[in-house]
């Protein structure tokens, strides 16, 4: 306290008390706006989760407390089941292994080549990552359609055309969400590569390291905090991903690429089960949570 | 000779080791080119088809038949009016909240940066369910107004953040000098503060702006009236509908939909790179 008074000059210093009512006015705009619509939304899905709520039907007009009974559903909700298996398959290939490994494998062949050349690969790669959720939505639509440029040129080489987003909608859906979201781990590893001393590298040369040694023994045990923060990130991003999905496919075809936020919105808003639905979110609410933490953990942050 | 003989393969593997990223990273720009490559071009093609091919016939009708039409007209002036408003509060919050964050010792400073963190790192659909039973219940649905609020406070955590950083990174020793030249707090934050800010104060707004202008999820769930609903959620209608489409029209729909988020990340990397910069008016 001292050492912070005493930086100030005597004649302006401002007594201690006006200085914690000044901090409490700037900051009330923002107190107030994340206490109403982030943290009282936030609480009351802890109450909601445990309530019959619907929106038609005998309970619309007198909603009750369940208890578990939502939780106890899920369980025997074949539905549920799937859309937490669903959830799981699309966060590891499109998340965990998708856009981490081609946003690496991109920014470690783009460290040190030709400038312009890095520049036009970055930018197209961005390009996908700039472009809202429902462009990409529908770029990808477009390319996947029946008549689109990925049957065109299957049929070009001699093929029977593909209905991609029938036959293999959970491949579809990753693909569409890695070519939306490897931006960002090329990004974050671009950074970090860039910080890899280069004399490391050459000394390990020198001593006869092949390349793939080097890769292994050297540049990723080097950039492994990035990977790790960069991996709870992505999941982070990933585990809400909705309008992408939701766009391309729906859920569908059945519940084929049903994630648990598709299933939380059909619940809620489809079937109009308020409370059920709040139960679902409330799984997703407390996975983001245990990554968050994590996250927080992770940085190590300093305040 | 041994030696001579060795050097040769080393000098095709070097080659191959300096060739082979430039044909693979080729290839990956090529994949990644292709779905984005066929919007630009249906958008120019009056006849566009859902596979990539060169217009017959290069035409901007696309374009002027969708800037014509005055349901696409208020649909981009909902998405401007959602993106324009909530990046202001938040700018104004959130600059307003990390002042005292960076210069005052406070003491739940450390639980609420901690609280912010955490909360940056929340997925905002989790609670897009208990938000909409809020709003129904304060009877808030279906409003612009609420809208913005709502996108403001999903914002804010990671706008206070980065705001405080900013803020951290602005020597204390020039507001000083203005104390002692007699201004006062406020003119000091008007005149000394807020301009050493603003590529914080841009980064900030421009993250925002960029944010709710891409958002579909929550205009999708908190708007009901058709002419409330901003252009992200009319793009899916036209394509979700699964009516007879003219893609050349949405394709151009869809490019000036995209238009201001990449303008504003081309603008917005400008001040990302200058906004740790200040440090010389440390050494003075």
Known sequence: MEAINSRFPKAKRKGNGSEQWRAALFLSPSWLLLLLFFFVPAVLTFYFAFTNMALTGAAAANTQFVGFQNFTNMFQDATFRTSVGNTIVFLIFSAVVGQQVMGFLIAFLMNGRNRVFRSVVGSIVISGWVAPEVVCAFVWFAFLNDTGTANAFIQGIGFEPIAWLYTFPMVSVIVANVWHGTAFSMMVFQAALGDV???????????????????????????????????????????????????????????????????????????????YGTAISLVLLLIGIVASLLYMKLLKVKL | MSSNVRKRPRMNRFMVGRVLPYIILSFIALLFLLPMLWLVLASFDGAATLALKVPDEVTLSNYTSTLASSDNQRSFGNGLLLALGQALLVVAAAGLASYPLSRYQLRYKRPFMYVILFATGLPITAVMVPVYQFFLYMQIQDSLFFTILFLAASALPYSIWMMKNFMDSVPLELEEAAWVDGASIWTTLRLVVAPLMLPGIFTVGIFAFAGSWGNFLVPFILLQSPQKLPAAVTIYQYFGQNGIVQYGKLAAFSIIYTIPAVALYVFGQRFMSQGFSFGGANKG
């Open chain 1, 197 to 275: 001393p280069k004399e490391v590298e050459e000394a390990a040369m020198i001593d006869g390291a092949s390349a793939w040694q080097r890769l292994i023994r050297i540049t990723i045990p080097m950039i492994s905090g990035s990977v790790v923060t960069n991996m709870v990130l992505v999941t982070l991003q990933t585990l809400g991903s909705f309008t992408l999905i939701y766009a391309l496919t729906g859920g569908g075809p059945g519940n084929a690429t049903e994630t648990l936020p598709i299933y939380m919105y059909h619940q809620a808003f489809v079937n109009y089960q308020l409370g």
